[in-house]
């Protein structure tokens, strides 16, 4: 089964950016999708961000316009570009590997001061 370790969360003022990588293990990452999500505090989570295999990316309307998600498969590695972050950025975030075992990353916190 596929490992994922996210890494680069951090606390960052409101306008700041950062950027979220989710490293995998494994030969496999190439063949499938990734998805970012986040989860606030007693909330749901929710669906931040998706990148298919070939590239193609779809956005929650929240995040559209200031994160971009991207891969890089020889490095096995999707990232998450964070920029114009405000307080209601704030969550835990997960890299997802739609792969048959649904892999999910272990979280990184996203803490956005106002």
């Known amino acids: 089964q596929v490992q994922l370790v996210e890494s680069g969360g951090g606390l960052v003022q409101a306008g700041g950016s950062l950027r979220l990588s989710c490293a995998a293990s494994g030969s496999t990452f190439r063949l499938y999708g990734m998805g970012w999500y986040r989860q606030a505090p007693e909330k749901e989570r929710e669906l931040v961000a998706i990148?298919?295999?070939?590239?193609?990316?779809n956005y929650a309307d929240s995040v559209k316009g200031r994160f971009t998600i991207s891969r890089d498969n020889a490095k096995n590695t999707v990232y998450l570009q964070m920029s114009s972050l405000k307080p209601e950025d704030t969550a835990v975030y997960y890299c997802?590997?739609?792969?048959?075992?649904?892999?999910w990353g272990q979280g990184t916190q996203v803490t956005v001061s106002s």
């Open positions: 997802r590997l739609y792969d048959p075992y649904d892999s």
């Open positions: 990148i298919s295999q070939g590239g193609s990316t």
